[in-house]
């Protein structure tokens, strides 16, 4: 089992940058494919991005240039570097560790992107 714990949200202006944090517990985190998912009040929570055990990553269009996953198994983390910032990315941030048919979330953190 795998218990996940976000940090890093906060209060940025439009155009900064935030780096999330994701710190992993548990055995076999290395085994997980890693994600990045958010949802924004009166929305469903969709993927952001994603880090599979082979390195591969994947973005969805909106924040392709501007974020960055990345992990260190050695420290069981998982990262999210968010620049250039947007009103539309505020949301509560997830992370999730998925692999075949077992998946676990961690809480959540806000980014709230406002002037």
């Known amino acids: 089992q795998v218990q996940l714990v976000e940090s890093g949200g906060g209060l940025v202006q439009p155009g900064g940058s935030l780096r999330l944090s994701c710190a992993a517990s548990?055995?076999?985190?290395?085994?997980?494919?890693m994600a990045w998912y958010r949802q924004a009040p009166g929305q469903q929570r969709d993927l952001v991005a994603s880090?599979?055990?082979?390195?591969?990553?994947n973005y969805i269009d909106s924040v392709k240039g501007r974020f960055i996953i990345s992990r260190d198994n050695a420290k069981k983390m998982v990262y999210l570097q968010m620049n250039t910032l947007k009103p539309e990315d505020t949301a509560v941030y997830y992370c999730k560790a998925f692999y075949l048919w077992t998946a676990y979330w961690g809480q959540g953190t806000q980014v709230t992107v406002s002037s």
């Open positions: 548990g055995s076999g985190f290395s085994l997980y494919n």
């Open positions: 880090i599979f055990t082979s390195n591969t990553t």
